[in-house]
């Protein structure tokens, strides 16, 4: 893990470096300018710069070089931010992106030709994502409705789903009493339940229950474990009168344990609050813990290559302020008794267990082409507090 996050720290440097410089171009670009609702691609004097920034010596073909010029080119692409087709415009910078991805994997060195304007490109998808997120809200919302109203069940795993609706805007709950929380493979030996959302410290639960600890000031530890980690040991037992049990689940199976003990990790780029779980005999040889809940969930356990396909396009990663590892979203499981439900997490091939950018946890609702995400979680290993 250290060899892990030292490779990461000089990748955090790279990528500050080429961020910094794009960002120093942008701002010399955007200055005094108001952001227009159709973005159109650059002239052919842009299109000469970038092919002058290329080294001549460079092995770029001829099929390459074209579709370099496509990519930058007068009719590569116009994005319409008011358009009332805003499938159809995210759906046209998506497949943008994905030759921009494509000639930068075969030739990195053109990524200086192409990443201002393909940065640029970037405010208009927000704008249209903002836009489609408050069409899926309601959509949603309506089909939820529709199932609570049309069903009689009132089974464990309908419990679930919807304690797991009414919570995503519940910061009043600390993360072991949620519907579901994360399990990262982040401390060795050890099984527990991450909280990375620290970016609101004084308004999360697990933050307030860190400031009952009488240590939220001065940030020294009662008992110091070394790099980094903080444990609280009578927290716990001071609200709970019996240790709290949690329904654990890995990629293929189903565990019962028990939350022990509730700690901090504070390192230069990265901090979480977690919740060390008792690790029982049968689970000391499960290596890929996912989720905890308190609801004993029934899941069906199945791989969905197609599911998966449809989350990666509907995942883009280029325009996102850090590295991260959506790419890798893989479905493994989906909820026993109702229709749609996909878990998923991120598992990188030929990379060990959570040795990922940003390990995730998420599930969705998907029907058709409708991707709708109900929960997710992820943990910061690439070191994006650092930048």
Same mark, same amino acid.
């Given at each position: 893990?250290?060899?892990?996050?030292?490779?990461?720290?000089?990748?955090?440097?790279?990528?500050?470096?080429?961020?910094?410089?794009?960002?120093?171009?942008?701002?010399?670009?955007?200055?005094?300018?108001?952001?227009?609702?159709?973005?159109?691609?650059?002239?052919?004097?842009?299109?000469?710069?970038?092919?002058?920034?290329?080294?001549?010596?460079?092995?770029?073909?001829?099929?390459?070089?074209?579709?370099?010029?496509?990519?930058?080119?007068?009719?590569?692409?116009?994005?319409?931010?008011?358009?009332?087709?805003?499938?159809?415009?995210?759906?046209?910078?998506?497949? @943008?992106?994905?030759?921009?991805? +494509?000639?930068? =994997?075969?030739? &990195? %060195? #053109?990524?200086?030709?192409?990443? *201002?304007?393909?940065?640029?490109?970037?405010?208009?998808?927000?704008?249209?994502?903002?836009?489609?997120?408050?069409?899926?809200?309601?959509?949603?919302?309506?089909?939820?409705?529709?199932?609570?109203?049309?069903?009689?069940?009132?089974?464990?795993?309908?419990?679930?789903?919807?304690?797991?609706?009414?919570?995503?805007?519940?910061?009043?709950?600390?993360?072991?009493?949620?519907?579901?929380?994360?399990?990262?493979?982040?401390?060795?030996?050890?099984?527990?339940?991450?909280?990375?959302?620290?970016?609101?410290?004084?308004?999360?639960?697990?933050?307030?229950?860190?400031?009952?600890?009488?240590?939220?000031?001065?940030?020294?530890?009662?008992?110091?474990?070394?790099?980094?980690?903080?444990? @609280?040991?009578?927290?716990?037992? +001071?609200?709970? =009168?019996?240790? &709290? %049990? #949690?329904?654990?689940?890995?990629? *293929?199976?189903?565990?019962?344990?028990?939350?022990?003990?509730?700690?901090?990790?504070?390192?230069?780029?990265?901090?979480?609050?977690?919740?060390?779980?008792?690790?029982?005999?049968?689970?000391?040889?499960?290596?890929?813990?996912?989720?905890?809940?308190?609801?004993?969930?029934?899941?069906?356990?199945?791989?969905?290559?197609?599911?998966?396909?449809?989350?990666?396009?509907?995942?883009?990663?280029?325009?996102?302020?850090?590295?991260?590892?959506?790419?890798?979203?893989?479905?493994?499981?989906?909820?026993?008794?109702?229709?749609?439900?996909?878990?998923?997490?991120?598992?990188?091939?030929?990379?060990?267990?959570?040795?990922?950018?940003?390990?995730?946890?998420?599930?969705?609702?998907?029907?058709?082409?409708?991707?709708?995400?109900?929960?997710?979680?992820?943990?910061?290993?690439?070191?994006?507090?650092?930048?």
């Amino acid at each position: 893990m250290y060899l892990f996050r030292f490779k990461r720290s000089c990748q955090v440097l790279l990528f500050s470096f080429f961020m910094l410089l794009s960002c120093q171009n942008s701002i010399k670009r955007e200055e005094n300018k108001t952001p227009p609702s159709v973005i159109k691609t650059p002239s052919d004097k842009v299109i000469k710069e970038g092919f002058d920034s290329i080294d001549k010596n460079s092995d770029l073909t001829k099929q390459e070089r074209a579709l370099l010029n496509e990519l930058l080119g007068d009719n590569a692409l116009t994005v319409d931010t008011l358009s009332k087709d805003i499938k159809g415009q995210l759906l046209q910078i998506q497949n @943008y992106f994905q030759k921009v991805e +494509s000639l930068h =994997t075969s030739h &990195p %060195k #053109l990524w200086g030709a192409i990443t *201002s304007f393909s940065w640029k490109i970037c405010h208009s998808y927000y704008i249209l994502m903002q836009k489609q997120s408050i069409i899926d809200d309601l959509k949603f919302d309506s089909i939820s409705k529709a199932i609570w109203k049309f069903t009689g069940d009132n089974s464990e795993n309908m419990r679930f789903l919807k304690a797991l609706i009414n919570q995503r805007n519940d910061a009043t709950l600390i993360s072991i009493e949620q519907a579901i929380s994360p399990i990262f493979k982040i401390k060795k030996d050890s099984v527990g339940v991450y909280n990375n959302n620290n970016w609101s410290e004084k308004a999360t639960a697990d933050s307030l229950l860190f400031q009952k600890t009488g240590f939220y000031k001065t940030k020294r530890p009662p008992f110091w474990t070394g790099n980094g980690n903080f444990i @609280y040991k009578n927290i716990i037992d +001071s609200i709970y =009168t019996n240790p &709290p %049990k #949690l329904y654990l689940y890995s990629s *293929s199976s189903k565990y019962i344990s028990t939350v022990q003990s509730f700690g901090r990790y504070i390192d230069e780029c990265l901090e979480y609050y977690y919740f060390d779980l008792a690790v029982h005999e049968n689970m000391k040889y499960e290596k890929e813990f996912l989720i905890a809940s308190p609801f004993e969930i029934q899941l069906n356990y199945a791989e969905s290559p197609k599911i998966d396909s449809l989350l990666r396009q509907t995942q883009t990663s280029f325009c996102a302020d850090c590295i991260n590892s959506y790419e890798y979203l893989k479905t493994f499981a989906t909820l026993d008794g109702i229709n749609n439900i996909y878990f998923a997490y991120a598992a990188e091939p030929n990379k060990e267990f959570d040795e990922t950018d940003t390990p995730i946890r998420a599930i969705y609702f998907i029907k058709d082409d409708f991707v709708y995400n109900l929960w997710f979680a992820d943990i910061d290993l690439f070191g994006c507090m650092c930048l």
